[in-house]
C-alpha cells in the first residue's frame, strides 16, 4: 500500500526555518515523482516545488525560489523541503504527493498526482 506521511510542521517566527520530511512507504522512491504543495487559508492548493525521479531536476515557485531547497534520500525513502527566511504568507497546510514520471524520470511537475498525504500545518507568526 503506497503512502506518503509529512512531518515537521509547527509554529515558526518570521525568518525563521523548518524542515519538512515526506515519508514514502509502499513505492520504490526513486521511481516516482515528488511534489510538495500548499493551500493557504481561503486559498487553492498550490504547488511549490518537485523533485525528478531521477533526482536531477527540481522546480521552484516564484513565491519560494531562493529560501526554499527540495531534496531526496532514497535510502530513506524521505524527501524532505527546507524552508528558510520563512514569511507570514508561507502559512499554510503541506502536503507532499507523488505520481510515476510520464516520459522521462528526469521530468518533475504539479500535474497529475495520484497519490497524496494528509498534510502538516505550518505556521509563521510572531
Known amino acids: 500500500q503506497l503512502q506518503l506521511v509529512e512531518f515537521g510542521g509547527g509554529l515558526v517566527q518570521p525568518g525563521g526555518s523548518l524542515r519538512l520530511s515526506c515519508v514514502t512507504s509502499?513505492?520504490?522512491?526513486?521511481?516516482?515523482?515528488i511534489s510538495w504543495f500548499r493551500q493557504a487559508p481561503g486559498k487553492e492548493r498550490v504547488g511549490v516545488s518537485c523533485?525528478?525521479?531521477?533526482?536531477?531536476?527540481?522546480k521552484y515557485a516564484d513565491s519560494v525560489r531562493g529560501r526554499f531547497t527540495i531534496s531526496r534520500d532514497n535510502t530513506k525513502n524521505t524527501v524532505y523541503l527546507q524552508m528558510n527566511n520563512l514569511k507570514s504568507e508561507d502559512t499554510a497546510v503541506y502536503y507532499c504527493?507523488?505520481?510515476?514520471?510520464?516520459?522521462?524520470?528526469?521530468?518533475?511537475?504539479?500535474?497529475?498526482?495520484?497519490?497524496w498525504g494528509k498534510g502538516t500545518l505550518v505556521t509563521v507568526s510572531s
Open positions: 504527493a507523488a505520481r510515476r514520471p510520464l516520459f522521462s524520470r528526469s521530468n518533475c511537475h504539479y500535474d497529475g498526482m495520484n497519490y
Open positions: 523533485v525528478s525521479a531521477s533526482g536531477d531536476t527540481t
Open positions: 509502499g513505492f520504490a522512491l526513486d521511481s516516482y515523482i
